[in-house]
Every structure is written in structure tokens, then in C-alpha cells.
């Protein structure tokens, strides 16, 4: 069951804010919070979400059809690969951030909307999110970190709400897949893409293509560690994609991680 003091807290703080922009990306904290704020502030809520070469296009494709659902205001902004991360810097996540909630911002304050909020969780802050120095710069607020919600009580409350990505599998974007100091390009984020695509479509919930050069690594959860090391499914997938496909390959079964290299 769903927390009445913090689920209404959530709502109450919600509504403290007036108009409000959620920047929205599908996954299961910013579902939860738009469903909530939806019911907080009716008409009085709008979802943007960014459209980028290092966003996979099956995530903006449901991330539309959640907030069609959910009957939100949507809108998508374009955003390029910025200068300032060009050759993946450590702190591309810090400059990402801080460049697409300044458009974010940008279209909320032209179209009258009071502030920005996305949905940073109590369990983010233990661990490495380097881009909430940005959130906290730009002054987005973050109604899920305010009000204590940690990631299983997002879950168990989205399940209760019968929201369909309480189950969701955690994602990051694709510069995660790319080491430090390389040099971004579109066609890798395609590669890399309709790698991890693929393998989902054959059953594989969680999988991480990282790519070092020559050298392809896939990332699996623990679950699909059998499923991975079948040799007939393994020489398919090497077939299928080709960013798996090169010169050499490292298959790891242990869990994945999303701060990279």
C-alpha cells in the first residue's frame, strides 16, 4: 500500500508549485511523478522530453505513449550532441544536464509554467549522478528527492497505481556506452542502439553495448547469464548486430553499471 503521509506530502508539495514542467523520459521515476502530478494539478502539468542522437528512439516512442495515456500535455525538444561534450568528457553529465534543462527551463518559463521539476529519487543521492550539481544550479526541483522516495517505493506505488513500468528495467543514456575522451559520433549511437534493441527483442529485459574501439562489450544482468552463454543464441546475436560483430569481443555476465569506464 501506498504511504498516505508521503504519498500526500508528494501531492501537497505538488501543488505548492503552481504550473509546473516535468522533464519526462519514460522511466519509472518520472511516470510515477508525472501520474501524480497529473492528479495533483490536472491541466496545470506538461511533460517535455528530449530528443537526442544518445536517446534511443524506442524511449522516446514510449515515452509518448505514456503521456497519451496519462492524458499530459507533451512536447519534445530537439537536442544536439552540444560542443562541450563532443569528445565524452568526465563531466559530460554535469554539461549535458545543465545544457538541456536550460531548454527545458527556456520553454517552460515562454509558455508561463512556474518551474521545472524532474524525478531524482532519495536513492540518487548515494549514488554517482554527477548532473544533480546542475539540477541544483538551475534550481529544478526535485519533488521525489524532496518528499523521500526511494526507488522500491516508487516501484511498489507505481504497481499500486497500476502504472505498466513498475518494473521497469533502469536505463542510461548511450554516452555511457562510450569511454571517456572519445570522440561522439551519431552512426556509433545507431550501432549501439539497434544492438541493445535487438537483444531486448529476444528476450534479454536488461543489456548494456559498450564500445572501446575494436573491442565490444555486452553487459547482461546475472538472470540472463545462461541465456547469453548459449552458443547458438550468442553466435545469432554476433550475426545480427553488427557493433558486436568486430575485430574482438567480451561477453560479461555479472551486473552492468551505468556510471561507465
Not at 511533460?47 to 515515452?63: F, G, H, K, M, N
Not at 505513449?65 to 552540444?82: D, M, N, S
Not at 543489456?207 to 547482461?220: I, N, S, T
Request: charged share 30%; hydrophobic share 40%.
Amino acid at each position: 500500500m501506498i504511504s498516505s503521509d508521503k504519498y500526500n506530502q508528494l501531492v501537497e508539495y505538488l501543488k505548492s508549485l503552481g504550473k509546473v514542467v516535468i522533464a519526462f523520459s519514460g522511466g519509472v521515476d518520472s511516470t510515477f511523478l508525472l501520474r501524480v502530478a497529473k492528479d495533483a494539478l490536472g491541466d496545470n502539468v506538461k511533460a517535455v522530453t528530449i530528443l537526442s542522437p544518445y536517446i534511443p528512439r524506442w524511449e522516446i516512442a514510449e515515452a509518448k505513449e505514456l503521456v497519451k495515456e496519462l492524458g499530459v500535455k507533451h512536447e519534445i525538444i530537439e537536442a544536439p550532441i552540444i560542443e562541450a561534450i563532443k569528445y565524452n568528457p568526465e563531466d559530460r553529465c554535469y554539461l549535458c544536464k545543465t545544457a538541456v534543462f536550460s531548454m527545458i527551463l527556456s520553454v517552460a518559463k515562454e509558455q508561463g509554467y512556474d518551474c521545472v521539476v524532474d524525478g531524482t529519487n532519495f536513492d540518487d543521492i548515494s549514488d554517482y549522478r554527477p548532473g544533480l550539481r546542475a539540477l541544483k544550479e538551475l534550481d529544478v526541483k526535485s519533488p521525489l528527492l524532496v518528499c523521500k522516495f526511494t526507488k522500491a517505493e516508487i516501484r511498489a506505488c507505481s504497481k499500486e497505481l497500476n502504472l505498466n513500468t513498475w518494473d521497469k528495467p533502469p536505463y542510461a543514456c548511450l554516452l555511457t556506452r562510450i569511454p571517456y575522451g572519445n570522440q561522439l559520433k551519431v552512426e556509433d549511437f545507431e550501432k549501439i542502439e539497434n544492438a541493445e534493441k535487438y537483444m531486448m527483442s529476444i528476450g534479454f529485459r536488461a543489456v548494456r553495448v559498450r564500445c572501446h574501439g575494436d573491442l565490444a562489450r555486452v553487459e547482461v544482468s546475472k538472470e540472463d547469464r545462461s541465456k547469453l552463454f548459449d552458443g547458438e543464441l550468442l553466435d545469432t546475436i554476433v550475426q545480427q548486430t553488427p557493433v558486436i560483430n568486430a575485430k574482438n569481443n567480451l561477453i560479461k555476465s555479472s551486473n552492468y553499471i551505468d556510471k561507465y569506464v
